[in-house]
């Protein structure tokens, strides 16, 4: 087991709003700023760091202690951490786990992620709830807020912002067995681990490709089916890949999109997006299944989604998921095409796995088609 930190040593967080907290540093030595959010999941942060749906952003962990597990190998959903920065309340370097490769300073460090704790992480996060998602820096180097609003300024606006071809696969890699009886091709646009190995859970051999390929290229895979992936950033900022799902749709094969991929299925039906006002970030959130009448306990990742008055008012597609928190759009299938979509996160890593069945949902609608 890691020895405790030693040294403490303090960090500072300035918000856009000029709201200034001192709190003490863990992690990486540096200054580094994005876009503040916050994720009410009681467990899974290692997943939750390297969830690609995070670049950009400085995340606040609400639950009150993180790193008691220590972090391991396996428990990632990308090749790095993607978090800018990380808040949180209670924060350690000793782990419990036996199965435990690292400490979760030395991981922040070994990533290059600046770190604050000591915060109170539950004002703050009601804070972000009233006033909305806006820039923020942390830093352990820099203590004058004049000169923490020089770094701040340096932070990107998220509205607007294209990200996923920046995280995006630079070359097609498969996954499965390519005998497996069903081919799916996968535009990457932040692709998460699991919902891979969830399709090959069920049989499937997998491409995945770069966010900016075309349909041509997808084609000489000779899939059976196309999912569109999570991913950060603007959706209204990715004509490229709006093009591509409208290219996909015309071919009627079946169709399946999860976070991103669903904003950008809206968005291919003419349905415009819009950055909410604070997101939605969690492994609690309800939402109700209006086909089959019955609620299910989602995760959640998302800054953006898909504006309900042109979804009801569509005559290309119709809703079928509702938030039951805040009534939002979290599913939508195309009217005469085997095309569907969710805003959340089935493969759920972390999380419950109340909504796994939609990928059931996706593997039945291809050997229906096939």
Same mark, same amino acid.
């Given at each position: 087991?890691?020895?405790a930190?030693?040294i403490i040593?303090?960090?500072w ?18 200054t ?9 999941g ?13 670049t950009g952003?400085?995340?606040i962990?609400?639950?009150?202690y ?10 990632v ?11 949180c309340k209670?924060?350690?370097n ?7 490769? +690292?400490? /979760?300073e030395d991981?922040l460090?070994?990533?290059? &992620?600046?770190?604050i704790?000591?915060?109170d992480? #539950? %004002?703050?996060?009601?804070?972000i709830?009233?006033k909305?998602a ?10 004058d807020e004049a000169?923490l ?11 607007g912002l294209?990200?996923?071809?920046q995280v ?10 390519p005998n497996a ?5 996968v535009m990457?646009y932040?692709?998460?681990?699991n919902i891979l190995?969830c399709?090959v859970e ?8 770069p ?20 991913g950060?950033?603007d ?9 591509t799902?409208? +290219?996909? /749709?015309?071919?009627?094969?079946p169709?399946?999109? &999860?976070?991103l991929g669903?904003?950008?299925?809206? #968005? %291919?039906n003419?349905?415009?997006?819009f ?8 492994l609690?959130?309800?939402v109700k299944n209006?086909?089959t009448g019955?609620s299910?306990?989602t995760t959640?990742n998302h ?8 979804v009801?008012?569509?005559d290309?597609?119709?809703?079928t ?7 939002s759009?979290?599913?939508i299938?195309v009217?005469g095409k085997?095309?569907?979509?969710v805003?959340y996160h ?11 069945y939609?990928?059931?949902d996706?593997?039945k609608?291809?050997?229906?088609s096939?």
């Amino acid at each position: 087991m890691p020895a405790a930190q030693s040294i403490i040593n303090p960090a500072w967080l300035l918000l856009e709003d000029g709201t200034l907290l001192k709190g003490k540093a863990f992690g990486a030595k540096g200054t580094s700023g994005g876009e503040i959010c916050f994720n009410t999941g009681m467990t899974g942060y290692q997943e939750v760091f390297t969830d690609p749906s995070y670049t950009g952003q400085v995340l606040i962990m609400n639950n009150d202690y993180v790193g008691n597990y220590g972090v391991k190998n396996e428990d990632v959903e990308s090749d790095s951490v993607k978090i800018k920065a990380l808040i949180c309340k209670n924060i350690t370097n000793r782990y419990s786990r036996m199965l435990a490769n +690292d400490g /979760l300073e030395d991981y922040l460090v070994k990533n290059h &992620i600046v770190a604050i704790y000591d915060v109170d992480t #539950r %004002a703050l996060v009601q804070h972000i709830r009233s006033k909305g998602a806006m820039n923020c820096v942390i830093s352990t180097e820099i203590s004058d807020e004049a000169g923490l609003r020089v770094e701040l300024a340096k932070v990107p606006d998220m509205a607007g912002l294209e990200l996923s071809s920046q995280v995006s696969t630079k070359e097609p890699y498969t996954v499965g067995s390519p005998n497996a009886p069903i081919r799916i091709a996968v535009m990457d646009y932040g692709v998460k681990k699991n919902i891979l190995q969830c399709m090959v859970e069920r049989n499937a051999f997998v491409k995945v490709f770069p966010a900016k390929t075309e349909l041509s290229t997808l084609q000489e895979f000779k899939p059976n089916g196309y999912f569109i992936s999570n991913g950060p950033g603007d959706p209204g900022s990715m004509d490229y890949a709006v093009k591509t799902v409208r +290219d996909i /749709l015309n071919t009627d094969m079946p169709f399946f999109g &999860i976070c991103l991929g669903h904003q950008l299925l809206a #968005r %291919a039906n003419d349905i415009p997006t819009f950055k909410m006002h604070h997101g939605h970030r969690g492994l609690n959130h309800p939402v109700k299944n209006l086909q089959t009448g019955k609620s299910e306990i989602t995760t959640q990742n998302h800054g953006f989604g898909v504006d309900p008055e042109a979804v009801k008012n569509s005559d290309k597609v119709e809703i079928t998921h509702l938030n039951l928190n805040d009534g939002s759009i979290e599913g939508i299938r195309v009217k005469g095409k085997p095309a569907f979509s969710v805003q959340y996160h089935p493969e759920a890593t972390p999380g419950p796995h109340d909504s796994r069945y939609l990928f059931d949902d996706f593997i039945k609608m291809i050997e229906e088609s096939m």
